[in-house]
């Protein structure tokens, strides 16, 4: 699975931002999501959203944020309201390919934002 994500940027407190995940490659996937990891900080499960339907939430970002999958193509997205500086961080989407519990990673896209 190679995963192609996009979207991050520049926020002010308040504000949303949209990323998203365009999946390509034969494997199945289970479930897309995104991690984050700040400076200094460990790497934290954000979200998930499985080929079911069924999402998952961080306690954090409960209530503000959405994940759902787009109407064309395999494209899942993130959208990020009433931000907070302490969402800063580098996101990284990943999908989890049927048959193994070993997410495939794509490349991180900075958040940044300001208060």
């Known amino acids: 699975v190679q995963l192609q994500a996009s979207g991050g940027g520049l926020a002010q407190a308040g504000g949303s931002l949209r990323l998203s995940c365009e999946a390509s490659?034969?494997?199945?996937?289970?479930?897309i999501g995104w991690y984050r990891q700040a400076p200094g900080k460990t790497r934290q499960l954000v979200a998930t959203l499985s080929l079911g339907g069924s999402t998952y939430y961080a306690e954090s970002v409960k209530g503000r944020w959405t994940i759902s999958k787009g109407n064309f193509g395999n494209t899942v997205y993130l959208y990020m309201n009433d931000l907070k500086p302490e969402d800063t961080a580098v996101y990284y989407c990943?999908?989890?390919?049927?048959?193994?519990?070993?997410?495939?990673w794509g490349r991180g896209t900075q958040v940044t934002v300001s208060s």
């Open positions: 490659g034969t494997v199945s996937i289970n479930a």
């Open positions: 990943v999908a989890w390919p049927a048959g193994t519990t070993t997410p495939n």
